[in-house]
């Protein structure tokens, strides 16, 4: 049963594990500077990574073996996290990407504990089964994916980045509480403070010559 009315005392961030070719190297910064930026108390729990090569080795999006060994990782600490009392039914656990293996263990879990220990949980829906486009349609995944999507529907709220997407969900019979947060995660601030700023400008005054001139409209 998903609680949709939520008052959040702490927020208990799952990230993804950064790839130099990707955004996620620099996802985890951006949505501190916003938690941050917004007064949100947080944990940002984390995940062992497979090597230290940030690189997509196997698959497309996300690193196959990768994928699978940190968010497992990220898993079992934040129930951990959940068995100490550290994470209740007052937090809120935010997961940037709604493919999360392990993630079983929180309605395997939280069906088993009373209602007040249970934390509201919400997924990033990226593109999925339900999107024609997406890249587990390339590799036959489709069919197991979907059957995964669902059970995650049985437990989580659903952001997605669009009205399309909504849309897909919505034909799919998704169950969850669905709502469009309209884009990506993207740090404006971080990313125009690594731009170097080169003045172009000439003084036009130091030209000792026409031809100078002509050269610098040329």
Known sequence: MVNESHVMRKLFYMGLEPYEGRYTLQLQD????AFKRRGIDYVVVPGTTIDNTKAIQ?????????????????????????????CTGEDAVFFEDMFQPGIESLPYIMDQI??????????????????????????????????????VN???????TN????AHMRI????????????LSFGK???????????????????????DRIKLQI
Not at 59 to 67: E, P, S
Not at 154 to 160: E, G, M
Not at 172 to 183: C, R, T
Not at 198 to 208: E, K, P, R
């Open 58 to 86: 196997v698959g497309q999006v996300l690193d196959a073996h990768g994928r699978s060994y940190f968010a497992m990782s990220q898993m079992m600490n934040l129930v951990q996290m959940m068995r100490n009392g550290e």
């Open 189 to 211: 601030a971080e990313v125009q403070s690594r731009v170097e700023v080169i003045d172009y400008s000439v003084d036009l005054a130091h030209l000792t010559s026409i031809g």
């Open 30 to 33: 951006w949505s501190e500077r």
């Open 163 to 166: 009205e399309e997407m909504i």
């Open 154 to 160: 049985q437990f989580a709220t659903v952001l997605a």
């Open 114 to 151: 009373p209602q007040e220990q249970r934390p509201t949980v919400y997924v990033r829906c990226l593109a999925q089964a339900v999107d024609p486009d997406d890249f587990v349609h390339v590799w036959g995944m489709g069919k197991w994916m979907s059957l995964y999507e669902q059970m």
């Open 172 to 183: 799919a019979n998704w169950e969850a509480p669905l709502y469009n947060i309209s884009g």
